[in-house]
């Protein structure tokens, strides 16, 4: 088992940019990128126009923003090795990272695997379907675009994430309706006062979207109600899923702490989890923000400490 000074486990803006930045500092990191079905980049790979990355006035697309990011890396002698990885050691040092093919002993570990946005099944909003192309799981990253100004829009959920996005929204679309399935927000009590009270703002008690139709975009949502069962198509840009994320870290098998809601803890101010020598960037132990910028930059922060806590070792 060959050993190495450091593993990146995960891709996307926080794992790309902690292997630029730690392949800078000549330690040769290995990043496994399939840590997702084998999909290397994130979520991002499945986002069309990014418009809020600093650099990009005009936008770029969320493949090519990624391949951008890897390719920088690569300049500097990252080895990427894309498979999954099936678990880890951390109980010992120097720590064992075990692929579907390979594995390692390393010296100090950056874990980014992200974290992946719930989406309910509902009948055209799946891959292939109209996901991306007016339905998507992120409000901020999307909302701005075009196709959704002056148009109205869905948002599905109950909670602060929900109300958030929905009201986010409202600077953009005509009119935003909050389906959810219950006769009562789970959000704050404050978060969902503001909701009520935003002229721009309507709740769909009671209710749930069944359907989602549109040729090459959203045109449409069918909403029945949960009690009567009487179904309603309605006219529609935009179908925005605020149901929750969860973070990849199955694969740890419970040997850092979380918080409650599954993501990775980290000691305020760093990005150091309750191991020594094991850090964490991006989406995986960041459930307020989860953008890419605020990813790339917590990948910096991980290289920046892992190489300070190895050159501190040695």
């Given at each position: 088992m060959d050993r190495v000074k450091l593993v990146i486990i995960g891709s996307g803006p926080a794992g790309y940019t902690a292997a630029l930045y730690s392949a800078r500092a000549n330690l040769s990191p290995v990043l496994y990128e399939g840590f997702f079905s084998g999909v290397a980049g994130g979520q991002l790979m499945t986002t069309t126009d990014v418009e809020n990355y600093p650099g990009f006035p005009d936008g770029v697309q969320g493949p090519e923003l990624m391949h951008l990011f890897r390719k920088q890396a690569e300049r500097f002698g990252t080895c990427y090795i894309n498979e999954d990885v099936k678990s880890v050691d951390l109980s010992s040092h120097p720590f064992k990272v075990v692929g579907s093919h390979t594995s390692f002993e390393a010296e100090s570990i950056?874990?980014?695997?992200?974290?992946?946005a719930k989406r309910l099944d509902i009948p055209g909003t799946h891959d292939g379907e109209l996901w991306q192309k007016g339905v998507t799981a992120c409000a901020i990253c999307d909302g701005a675009a075009p196709i959704f100004r002056d148009k109205e829009l869905y948002v599905i959920?109950?909670?602060?994430?929900?109300?958030?996005?929905?009201?986010?929204?409202?600077?953009?679309?005509?009119?935003?309706?909050?389906?959810?399935?219950?006769?009562?927000?789970?959000?704050?009590k404050i978060m969902a006062e503001r909701a009520m009270?935003?002229?721009?703002?309507?709740?769909?008690?009671?209710?749930?979207?069944?359907?989602?139709?549109?040729?090459?975009?959203?045109?449409?949502?069918?909403?029945?109600?949960?009690?009567?069962?009487?179904?309603?198509?309605?006219?529609?840009?935009?179908?925005?899923?605020?149901?929750?994320?969860?973070?990849?870290?199955?694969?740890?098998?419970?040997?850092?702490?979380?918080?409650?809601?599954?993501?990775?803890?980290?000691?305020?101010?760093?990005?150091?989890?309750?191991?020594?020598?094991?850090?964490?960037?991006?989406?995986?132990?960041?459930?307020?923000?989860?953008?890419?910028?605020?990813?790339?930059?917590?990948?910096?922060?991980?290289?920046?400490?892992?190489?300070?806590?190895?050159?501190?070792?040695?």
């Open positions: 950056i874990i980014t695997t992200g974290a992946e959920g109950g909670g602060d994430s929900a109300v958030e996005e929905a009201l986010f929204l409202t600077n953009y679309g005509s009119q935003v309706y909050i389906v959810h399935r219950r006769e009562e927000l789970r959000a704050s009270k935003h002229p721009k703002v309507t709740i769909l008690w009671d209710s749930v979207v069944t359907k989602v139709e549109g040729e090459k975009l959203v045109e449409s949502v069918t909403i029945q109600n949960v009690k009567t069962k009487e179904e309603k198509s309605h006219e529609a840009a935009g179908l925005f899923f605020a149901v929750g994320h969860t973070p990849n870290t199955k694969f740890l098998n419970g040997q850092l702490d979380l918080h409650p809601n599954g993501y990775l803890k980290v000691k305020p101010g760093t990005v150091q989890t309750s191991v020594e020598g094991v850090f964490a960037g991006g989406d995986v132990q960041d459930f307020t923000y989860r953008q890419a910028i605020t990813a790339a930059g917590s990948g910096c922060m991980a290289a920046l400490e892992a190489e300070r806590w190895l050159a501190a070792r040695e």
